[in-house]
């Protein structure tokens, strides 16, 4: 890999992460609004319908944090922004240094 497909890559990895974002957002607002019309819609039926609304709340929330490790880690692989050696994702700081020095941040393997 050069440094300019480097930086390219580094580019495309970005714009698609604004984009998950954006879907992201929606889904999670959407989710919660089902929440909130699942609570309303089906009362108050005692101590039964507190413990599954409580699961179900808890469900929704690892639900979305587990999709978000998903899908940023799909990314990374999608964009080939792995370091060959560790498998650390190249991003943020260890992407600057990769550029720089055309080495891994974390292992010192060489990217470029
Ligand atoms: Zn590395």
Not at 17 to 38: D, G, P, Q, T
Not at 39 to 66: K, N, T
Not at 70 to 93: D, H, T
């Amino acid at each position: 890999m050069t440094k300019d497909q480097l930086i390219k890559r580094i580019k495309a990895h970005r714009k698609a992460r604004k984009l998950w974002c954006i879907i992201w957002m929606i889904s999670f607002f959407v989710s919660l609004i089902a929440y909130v019309w699942f609570l309303e819609y089906f009362g108050d039926l005692g101590i039964g319908y507190l413990i599954i609304s409580v699961i179900l709340l808890f469900a929704l929330l690892l639900g979305h944090v587990l999709f978000i490790i998903w899908v940023v880690k799909k990314r990374f692989k999608k964009y080939g922004l792995e370091c060959p050696n560790c498998k650390k994702p190249i991003y943020a700081s260890l992407a600057q240094i990769a550029v720089a020095t055309g080495k891994c941040g974390e292992c010192g393997a060489t990217i470029i």
